[in-house]
Antibody, heavy 118, light 107 residues
Framework: QLQLQESGPGLVKPSETLSLTCTVS??????????WAWIRQPPGKGLEWIGS???????YYNPSLESRVTISVDTSRNQFSLTLSSATAADTAVYYC??????????WGQGTLVTVSP | EIVLTQSPATLSLSPGERATLSCRAS??????LAWYQQKPGQAPRLLIY???NRATGIPARFSGSGSGTDFTLTISSLEPEDFADYYC??????????FGGGTKVAI
């Protein structure tokens, strides 16, 4: 069955770049009906969509983060990745990767906590 | 940018009671609205899509209604496992989307 697993450093220093990878298993990332999304949730707060990518590399970003975000896809490894530059304490959050289709974000990874701190 | 406002922020109820959660959009999203449930330490779980369709495996006590700018999630009779956070999500400009601020259903 479909599984998504986030990986990457749990601690990032302020002003540095936050980088995470999502490994997809149980399905091909090349499916044409899906986008692959990053969503985050600061501790005790709500959900925020960061951006989404298609297998071809086409991307959409949250306008509030667009200047600092890059999402890329590696179809050979069935992975997609997130980089967020110039990290601050406000970027401390649980980061989720997810599979997104037209009506739903039905499948989510378990999430990974990234803390931005010296 | 579409802003979703959920109310109330916290809903204090008892098992067996009816829960009514509201989600209001700053502009019409047609019926492109979903609801998610989130429990502590877990990823969100899809409950309702396209405003009123229950996702696979979701009990019939959960129902969604509305269109345009005003939406409601109703839990007809709260079970102990239903006490959680609930988020609405608009998908009017998919693949871009946004979430509401959430409603906590508490005992």
């Amino acid at each position: 069955q479909l599984q998504l697993q986030e990986s990457g450093p749990g601690l990032v220093k302020p002003s540095e770049t936050l980088s995470l990878t999502c490994t997809v298993s149980g399905a091909s990332i090349r499916r044409t009906t899906y986008y692959w999304a990053w969503i985050r949730q600061p501790p005790g707060k709500g959900l925020e969509w960061i951006g989404s990518t298609f297998y071809s590399g086409s991307t959409y970003y949250n306008p509030s983060l667009e200047s600092r975000v890059t999402i890329s896809v590696d179809t050979s490894r069935n992975q997609f990745s997130l980089t967020l530059s110039s990290a601050t304490a406000a970027d401390t959050a649980v980061y989720y990767c997810a599979r997104d289709e037209m009506s739903t974000t039905a499948f989510w990874g378990q999430g990974t906590l990234v803390t931005v701190s010296p | 940018e579409i802003v979703l406002t959920q109310s109330p922020a916290t809903l204090s109820l008892s098992p067996g009671e009816r829960a009514t959660l509201s989600c209001r959009a700053s502009q019409s999203v047609s019926n492109y609205l979903a609801w998610y449930q989130q429990k502590p330490g877990q990823a969100p779980r899809l409950l309702i899509y396209d405003a009123s369709n229950r996702a696979t495996g979701i009990p019939a006590r959960f129902s969604g209604s509305g269109s345009g700018t005003d939406f409601t999630l109703t839990i007809s009779s709260l079970e102990p496992e239903d006490f959680a956070d609930y988020y609405c999500q608009e998908r009017n400009n998919w693949p871009q989307f946004s979430f509401g601020g959430g409603t906590k259903v508490a005992i």
